[in-house]
């Protein structure tokens, strides 16, 4: 059996060896909550035919290092995302940007550079690209899941919604991730900060912080 430090040299290695391509891909991970990410994959159960899921893949900065930990300890990621963007992301608003608005449709579209960053990471068949609304996913994704990342829409119906179909998918013991949780409104969006309060409110136990990442596990039991 690996032991936990072996498993962490290996992921920085692994880090290591993908730097170019991680400061080379847009998107809204930094590098220290990106490890964190992946280190928190890394502890979760391995549950055999059990999935990890991240709701927003975008250009798939997020899914290097959720997809690094899942092909090492060959797991699954399925990431879902409809591809056209949040909120935030369309014309006129802060995060928006225009090179990735296809000319055809004038839509926000970030499906072809998820896949070439799976292709060029090599995690293509680590990482299972759901290009779908993360509510009508869930509707019919009945399987139990064994760790899930909430970092999509960040409206508030958004994000109580994609806490609303996915959690009650984890299984006892495995892990919620939430991107961008700041308790000072000033910082940011409440709805993830919501969200976080209420898996504390409802027997989760938080076991890593990193920047705005949070970590928590179903349930007290380690
Ligand atoms: N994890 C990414 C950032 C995700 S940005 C990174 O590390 O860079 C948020 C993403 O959520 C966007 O790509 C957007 O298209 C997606 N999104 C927003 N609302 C969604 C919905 N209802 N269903 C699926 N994806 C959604
Ligand atoms: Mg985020």
Redesign the pocket.
């Known amino acids: 059996m690996i032991s936990v430090g072996k498993a962490m040299e290996n992921l920085d290695k692994l880090l290591l060896e993908n730097r170019g391509l991680i400061r080379a891909?847009?998107?809204?991970?930094p590098p220290d909550e990106?490890r964190a990410l992946a280190v928190s994959l890394f502890s979760c159960p391995i549950i055999k035919g059990i999935p990890a899921v991240?709701?927003?893949?975008?250009?798939?900065?997020?899914?290097i290092y959720l997809g690094i930990a899942a092909r090492s300890q060959g797991r699954l990621l399925i990431s879902?995302?409809?591809?056209?963007?949040?909120?935030e992301?369309q014309a006129g608003w802060e995060f928006h940007d225009k090179s990735i608005v296809d000319p055809v449709s004038r839509k926000?579209d970030?499906l072809y550079l998820f896949r070439r960053t799976m292709e060029l990471a090599g995690l293509s068949n680590s990482v299972i690209i759901v290009a779908?609304?993360?509510?009508?996913?869930a509707t019919v994704h009945a399987g139990p899941i064994a760790y899930l990342?909430i970092?999509?829409?960040?409206s508030h119906a958004?994000t109580f919604?994609?806490y609303d179909s996915w959690v009650p998918k984890l299984v006892d013991g495995g892990f919620l991730a939430i991107?961008d949780v700041f308790e000072d409104p000033e910082l940011g969006g409440q709805a993830p900060y919501i969200i976080h309060q209420r898996a504390s409110a409802e027997g989760f136990t938080e076991i890593l912080a990193q920047g705005s990442l949070r970590v928590m596990r179903k349930g007290g039991a380690t």
Not at 25 to 29: E, L, N
Not at 54 to 63: D, K, M, N, Q, T
Not at 80 to 87: A, K, L, M, P, T
């Open positions: 891909t847009k998107g809204f991970m990106g991240e709701i927003g893949s975008y250009v798939g900065l997020s899914a879902v995302d409809h591809h056209h963007g949040s909120e992301n926000m970030t779908a609304d993360s509510q009508s996913y990342f970092d999509g829409g960040h958004q919604s994609d991107h």
